[in-house]
């Protein structure tokens, strides 16, 4: 396994993702029963953006600290707040952003006393060093495990709510069907949960061939968002980062709609596409 997140972390694609994840989870924090969390590819949770790793790349840079730069974070919609509210209360005292969390921080930062978290990651170190951040918390469990079996192994979960993070590092050709294979196993075994998948956006002709993959599940609710940085006419760079969300709660689409130009205007992201459609509705039309 070559990818490492700490080159990447705070950059535009964290950016959109981790705003939509914490706006997730504080839904689910607004009823009083009890949620469940499974991140199938966790990393190492945590990131300290001064690292020489992640300045190396200067991503974050050209992410979460170029959104926020004078007084950014004024500029967007209500969506953001959760994700403004933890990146504060994790750098508190500090000079703009230099504790960097990564989702399973995000999901721990947002859980309740009676919440749950699973995390699942291949890489023998970064385990390691999840188990080092969380160590003696008995709402979470580390598995050194691939993230795809996690799915088998742990649903459904005895909780009746939650969210399932999937966010593969996109080393293997065959990425994209092995999400839609593992999206329908995890659907089977737990229909009623949400779901919150990543992708990147680089060759147009496969995200529409993952699409076509997803609506041939017939899973419905299934909302498809994108925010693009470039026009997708290379297929060699990343040039924009995806979601699907499956059973999404309400004013999603809405809160979406007005949280994504804000963002691709913080990221002074140029002229990209971006917005979100249905892939099913929830009666399992095609959008």
Not at 55 to 60: F, L, M, P, S, V
Not at 70 to 93: C, H, I, Q, T
Not at 237 to 248: A, M, T
Not at 262 to 280: E, F, K
């Amino acid at each position: 396994m070559n990818y490492r997140h700490i080159f990447h972390a705070g950059n535009a694609a964290d950016v959109m993702k981790h705003a939509v994840l914490a706006w997730l989870l504080d839904r689910l924090g607004t009823k009083d029963a009890p949620f469940f969390v499974l991140d199938t590819h966790a990393g190492i949770g945590r990131y300290d953006l001064d690292n020489q790793a992640a300045t190396r790349t200067g991503e974050a840079l050209r992410g979460i600290r170029r959104v926020l730069a004078d007084g950014g974070a004024d500029r967007l919609p209500e969506g953001a707040k959760p994700y403004l509210d933890l990146l504060a209360k994790l750098n508190e005292g500090a000079d703009g952003v230099k504790t960097y969390p990564g989702s399973p921080l995000i999901s721990r930062m947002m859980m309740r006393e009676r919440d749950r978290l699973v995390l699942a990651e291949l890489h023998v170190e970064d385990v390691k060093t999840l188990r080092t951040l969380f160590q003696g918390d008995g709402q979470i469990a580390v598995h050194h495990m691939d993230g795809w079996l996690s799915l088998k192994a742990h649903l459904p979960p005895k909780e009746r709510r939650g969210l399932v993070v999937i966010d593969p590092p996109f080393e293997a050709p065959d990425e994209y069907e092995r999400m839609v294979a593992a999206l329908a196993l995890a659907h089977r075994r737990w229909a009623t949960g949400q779901y919150l998948l990543w992708y990147p956006v680089k060759d147009r002709t496969a995200v529409w061939r993952f699409h076509q993959m997803l609506e041939d599940t017939g899973i419905p609710k299934m909302l498809a968002a994108e925010l693009c940085w470039s026009d997708d006419d290379r297929s060699d760079r990343l040039n924009g980062s995806g979601l699907i969300l499956v059973n999404p709660p309400w004013r999603t689409e809405e809160t979406l709609n007005e949280l994504l130009p804000a963002l691709q205007t913080g990221l002074a992201a140029g002229i990209g596409p971006l917005g979100c459609r249905w892939l099913r509705d929830e009666n399992g039309k095609l959008g």
